[in-house]
């Protein structure tokens, strides 16, 4: 048993409603409107190739209908049943309220909450899940207009890949923000020297919050950019095995990459995912700048999204990054610490004087898989999946396409915090 945390269940669910009832709704459609204009992006792109993507569905479940004493995840529930949805995280704290609301009780600890983990269904364990079938359905939307007949094939492996890489490192945002929780609650405790100090982060308090106002929920944000950092332009990722046979395969690959960022960044895509745009330099990103450097296999993409993010144009956060904002929501949600206000998805109400803790937190980076990564719980694995080739052709085939040659399992460049919250390989649902 690894060190597994327990979840700070401390009074939950029932200390929430008093909590929020006096939260004020941020969202204020008004002044988004000067945020509406969309940004040119670059008007030459291959045909076929760079033909524009259909709106993305949702990489998480709705939750019109929010309450965490009704969570009881002994029931079996197939949430892919729902085309529109992409994959979803399932937060260890969740996992802790379930077992609080099946036996009336806390659980005692992180071995007994682990074996009540790993007794449920599949589709409802702790872990990122990602619903093969929205996938597959959403790759079928695509056009393929202009493209060789032979390599249409090839050109949906690669959006399906892409998709995958989006999905799975939008999930992970998830993770790493329940991980940042339990970084902060360490943190605290080192420097105040108590348990449970009303300093600690109240990771229930806050998930409540982001359900209760979805629209304006930073977290997804958060998520977003992780996708582009950690999955999209994740210079690191294994490059299909067609790469080599594809012409001019950098600036396509450049291409393809973009196609989806306009998916993401899209101004007609529902909030909070679109306004990503307000946090991104869109334009940077996809510059003929970056391009030129991508067809000259500079892979430094990742460290361009990092790099463009528009944190300086506020000026407290000019040595922040966006995981510093994500960690300075959640400080909010300590009784008796709301002093900056909670940081909305678009960039209305920015805390004016974010204290200093706040920065240089944690190491968010991609990491470089070694040969010997494959029986480390330090990356992301993908075990060897019982699907058939038949029920998710294109995932399937993404998926081989992530392995080393005699692996059974893929290993991804995305870094688990495996001393602070192991996570399992991911569920696949077909
Ligand atoms: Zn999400």
Redesign the pocket.
């Known amino acids: 048993m690894q060190n597994f945390p327990l979840p700070n269940l401390d009074g939950a669910p029932i200390r929430l409603n008093r909590d929020f009832d006096n939260l004020p709704n941020w969202y204020r459609e008004e002044d988004l409107k000067i945020f509406r204009e969309d940004h040119p992006f670059i008007n030459e792109i291959p045909k076929g190739w760079g033909n524009p993507w259909p709106d993305l569905p949702n990489?998480?479940e709705e939750h019109s209908e929010f309450f965490l004493d009704r969570i009881k995840l002994s029931e079996p529930r197939n949430r892919c049943e729902k085309r529109s949805l992409l994959g979803y995280?399932l937060s260890w704290h969740i996992i802790g309220v379930s077992f609080q609301n099946e036996n009336g009780r806390a659980p005692r600890n992180g071995s007994e909450l682990k074996s009540y983990n790993d007794g449920l269904p599949k589709e409802n364990r702790f872990g990122i899940h990602i619903c093969c079938k929205s996938i597959e359905e959403y790759i079928e939307r695509f056009s393929t207009d202009g493209i060789e007949p032979s390599e249409i094939p090839l050109y949906k492996e690669y959006c399906t890949f892409l998709t995958l890489v989006y999905v799975i490192a939008?999930?992970w945002?998830?993770y790493r923000s329940e991980v940042l929780s339990f970084q902060l609650t360490n943190f605290v405790k080192s420097v105040t020297g108590i348990d449970s100090s009303n300093l600690s982060p109240s990771y229930l308090s806050y998930f409540v919050n982001k359900k209760r106002f979805p629209l304006s929920n930073f977290?997804?944000v958060f998520?977003e950019w992780t996708s582009l950092k950690a999955g999209i332009f994740n210079y690191r990722m294994k490059k299909p095995s067609f790469a080599t046979m594809i012409p001019n395969w950098p600036i396509v690959e450049a291409t393809v990459e973009l196609m989806l960022t306009r998916a993401i960044s899209r101004p007609s895509r529902i909030r909070p995912y679109s306004d990503i745009r307000f946090w991104v330099d869109f334009d940077n990103i996809t510059s003929d700048k970056i391009m030129e450097r991508l067809s000259q296999n500079l892979r430094s993409l990742n460290r361009a999204v990092n790099d463009n993010t528009k944190l300086d144009l506020i000026k407290s956060f000019k040595n922040g990054k966006i995981i510093d904002l994500l960690m300075h929501n959640q400080m909010q949600f300590s009784l008796g610490h709301n002093f900056n206000g909670i940081i909305e998805s678009a960039p209305l109400a920015f805390p004016y004087k974010p204290d200093s803790v706040f920065y240089d937190f944690g190491d968010d980076e991609c990491m470089k898989t070694p040969r010997t990564a494959y029986n480390s719980n330090k990356y992301l694995r993908i075990e060897n999946q019982s699907f058939s080739l038949n029920a998710s052709p294109n995932i399937y085939k993404a998926i081989q396409g992530l392995k080393e040659p005699g692996e059974d399992d893929a290993v991804l460049p995305i870094k688990v915090f495996s001393q602070i919250l192991p996570l399992d390989p991911i569920y696949f649902h077909v």
């Open positions: 990489p998480d995280y939008h999930e945002g998830h977290e997804e998520a």
